[in-house]
């Protein structure tokens, strides 16, 4: 029996990893959950899982939500403390680490000091800090599990051969809504448009990122710390249908993918059950009905987004962490349709050229960058009108 415990459990990828726990209650157990702000989804959660712990952001909902539960024997916290409680819960095997942005870096590092293994889908941990979280790692012995399609499908692909014979790491990327656009269509696009994803189901914050292509951004980031890989050894082809989630290239020539359909249950099933294989997981893959699968370079002038992450690991130290924070100000108010969607890349841009780059020795000072960048980025759209 491993015992979970779920940062961003009412999120899209939370309620996907308890599902999985539903579907196998006698490998799962959940031990304890942090939500965001729904308490009545955390309510539910609570009855039907049964942890000893969980907390919720602001101290109000906590309140309330120890009122709805008051006959259950589970601990209500409430904002950092509890979700730091809730990473590091005493009898968690095994953390899913999958809230949103760099909001999920702090209680994810104290799930590590804590010495649990990782399930890792929040990809702005790596991004904002990956030299720092991946060196904590290897110090405590903990092991991270990718969630994240992309690298699940390279973590599987390299266990095919040995990791001085990886020649390259290719990461698929559907392409988004607007992969058949031209500059003049992508001008006039809309926050609706934005948010139809053509093949996954999955929160705002990341859909959005998809129509950008920010989201292959920070997964070619995400991959170079996971993997210790150069960036010039990661490429990023567009793959419409989804059904390769990625691939290994070896020194021989060989290339060795991941196929399946695009459901995060598999990922999210193969973290926690590591190195088995559990039955049923996702819906079958009927290749012939499926036909054909095509696949093409990704457009950097018109997704300038996917540079400007290559940029930013180049360039290394505090870049990355302020090429993400930018973003998550850039998404935030195109979200509330204060800004255009050309915008998004603009901001971003115009944050990094503004940054001297420093070194991190700590998670501190990689909140610094993080909170210097959220302040840049304000300025940046708020004198744009
Ligand atoms: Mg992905």
Known sequence: MKRISILGSTGSIGTSTLAVAEQFPDRFKVVAIAGGNNSELLEAQIRKFRPSLAAIVSERSAADLRERCKDLPVRILSGVEGMIAVAAADEADITVSAIVGTAGLVPTMAAVQAGKDIALANKEVLVTAGELVMEECRTRNVRLFPVDSEHSA?????????????????????????????????????????????????????????????????????????????????????????????????????????????????????????????????????????????????????????????????????????????????????????IGYHDIARTIKATMDAHRPVQFKTVEDALKADLWARGEAEKIIASKD
């Open 154 to 338: 390279i973590f599987q692909s390299l266990q095919a051969g040995e990791r001085k014979d990886v020649k390259r790491l290719v990461l698929t990327a559907s392409g988004g809504p607007f992969r058949n656009h031209s500059a003049a269509d992508l001008a006039k696009v809309t926050l609706q448009q934005a948010l139809k994803h053509p093949n996954w189901n999955m929160g705002k914050k990341i859909t959005i990122d998809s129509a950008t292509l920010m989201n292959k951004g920070l997964e070619v980031i995400e991959a170079h710390w996971l993997f210790g890989v150069r960036p010039e050894q990661i490429s990023v082809l567009v793959h419409a249908q989804s059904i390769i989630h990625s691939l290994v290239e070896f020194q021989d020539g060989s290339v060795i993918a991941q196929l399946g359909m695009p459901d995060m249950k598999g990922p999210i099933a193969y973290a926690l059950s590591w190195p088995h294989r559990l039955p049923d997981v996702s819906p079958g893959l009927d290749l012939a009905s499926i036909a054909t699968l095509t696949f093409k370079e990704p457009d950097l002038e018109l997704f300038p987004c996917l540079g400007y992450a290559y940029d930013a690991i180049r360039t290394g130290g505090s870049m990355p962490a302020v090429l993400s924070a930018a973003n998550e100000v850039a998404v935030k108010y195109f979200l509330e349709e204060k």
